[in-house]
């Protein structure tokens, strides 16, 4: 079984920073692709940031220059530096981990259970 647990977020004001974790615990082989997703009230569920394993970073355009995506391999954590924060990145964040258990194994996404990211005066 495997899980990812996602902390860091909260209230913020505009222009502020927040920085979030997800570490994922359990029966893991490998790590490939790790991300960040958001989704706001009404709207659909969109990436954020994505890091592969060879730390190739891909950013959503609204985000770019501001957030940074990093992970740390040894500790099966991704982490997502939030800076200049603005109100319409307010949301649920969700870490997401493409993984397999063992060696040969397929592929498959994991997620973590979400933050709040809560940018307000």
């Known amino acids: 079984q495997v899980q990812l647990v996602a902390s860091g977020g909260g209230l913020v004001q505009p222009g502020g920073s927040l920085k979030l974790s997800c570490a994922a615990s359990?029966?893991?082989?490998?790590?490939?692709?790790m991300g960040w997703y958001r989704q706001a009230p009404g709207k659909q569920r969109e990436l954020v940031a994505a890091?592969?394993?060879?730390?190739?970073?891909n950013y959503a355009d609204s985000v770019k220059g501001r957030f940074t995506i990093s992970r740390d391999n040894a500790k099966n954590t991704v982490y997502l530096q939030m800076n200049s924060l603005k109100p319409e990145d307010t949301a649920v964040y969700y870490c997401?981990?493409?993984?397999?258990?063992?060696?040969?194994?397929?592929?498959?996404?994991?997620w973590g259970q979400g933050t709040q990211v809560t940018v307000s005066s």
């Open positions: 997401n981990m493409r993984l397999i258990r063992h060696w040969g194994g397929v592929p498959d996404d994991y």
């Open positions: 359990g029966s893991i082989f490998t790590i490939y692709t």
């Open positions: 890091i592969t394993s060879a730390l190739a970073t």
